[in-house]
C-alpha cells in the first residue's frame, strides 16, 4: 500500500532544483508546471510552487520555502478530476481523492485538515490550482497517462481465483482417465472464477461427448455387419 501524501524535499543540488526521482527504476519526469498552488484538504493554499509530474508520483516544491514540499505516488490517488465548478471550490483546479491506508474514523476528515496539527498520511484530499487555467486539460491527460502506468496491484487472492485452462492443464488433471480428446492446446476452452469444479465440468462434458460418438459408431458397425451376413 502506498503510504499517500508525504512531504518531500529530496532536490537535485544541480540546476532548477528539480525532485530526486529513483531512475534506478525507471522513474522518469513527465511534465513541470510553475505558478501552482496546493491545497491539502480544506486548508488554505499554499504560495504557489512547481508541480512536477513523473511515472510514478506527483511532487509539488515551493518556490519560496525550499524545507517545503509534498508528494504523492499514483497509486495512492483513487481519483482525479478536473473541477471547474465555483461552487465546489472557488478557483479551476485538478481535485484528488488519497487512500491512506487508515480507517474512516481513522483518517483525517475536513475539519482536522484544516487545523494547525496536520498529519500528512491521513489526508484524502488535495487540489491542485494552476495559475492559468488553460493548463487543466494538459494536467488531466498526464495524470490519466501515468495512472494507466500505475495500475492497482492485484491481491493474490485474486491471482489464485481468475484464471485461464487449456486442453493441455485439463488433460494433465485427468491422466488418470481412459478418454483423450484432440484440442487445439492454445485455445482456452473455459474461464474459472475460483470455481474449480467448472473445469472439470468442462472436460466431463467433453468424455461424456466423446463416449456418445464412439457408441454411435459401434451401433453403426454392427449395423453394416449385419446387413452383410444378409
Not at 512531504?7 to 510553475?34: C, H, I, K, Y
Not at 509530474?53 to 519560496?64: A, E, H
Not at 476528515?109 to 492559468?132: F, I
Request: glycine letters at 6%.
Amino acid at each position: 500500500m502506498a503510504p499517500g501524501l508525504r512531504q518531500f524535499t529530496e532536490r537535485r543540488a544541480e540546476g532548477d532544483g528539480q525532485p530526486v526521482l529513483d531512475t534506478d527504476a525507471g522513474e522518469e519526469l513527465m511534465l513541470v508546471r510553475r505558478e501552482v498552488s496546493i491545497v491539502i484538504g480544506n486548508r488554505s493554499p499554499e504560495s504557489p510552487g512547481t508541480l512536477y509530474i513523473s511515472t510514478k508520483k506527483v511532487v509539488w516544491l515551493s518556490d519560496v520555502d525550499r524545507t517545503k514540499g509534498y508528494a504523492v505516488d499514483f497509486l495512492s490517488i483513487s481519483l482525479h478530476a478536473v473541477s471547474r465548478d465555483p461552487e465546489a471550490y472557488p478557483s479551476p483546479c485538478i481535485y484528488t481523492q488519497i487512500e491512506t491506508g487508515e480507517d474512516e474514523d481513522g483518517s483525517e476528515g475536513s475539519d482536522s485538515e484544516s487545523s494547525d496539527a496536520l498529519v500528512l498520511s491521513k489526508v484524502t484530499e488535495m487540489r491542485l490550482v494552476p495559475s492559468d487555467p488553460s493548463q487543466l486539460d494538459t494536467l488531466f491527460q498526464v495524470f490519466c497517462e501515468c495512472a494507466e502506468l500505475n495500475p492497482e496491484p492485484i491481491e493474490d487472492d485474486a491471482e489464485e481465483n481468475n484464471w485461464i485452462f487449456s486442453a493441455d492443464q485439463l488433460a494433465d488433471e485427468t491422466a488418470d482417465s481412459e478418454w483423450n480428446f484432440s484440442q487445439n492446446p492454445t485455445s482456452s476452452i473455459g474461464h474459472s472464477n475460483g470455481d474449480h469444479d467448472l473445469a472439470r465440468t468442462v472436460l466431463e462434458l467433453q468424455i461424456n461427448d466423446h463416449r456418445f460418438e464412439d457408441a454411435e459408431e459401434m451401433e453403426h458397425e454392427h449395423e453394416h455387419e449385419t446387413e452383410a451376413r444378409h
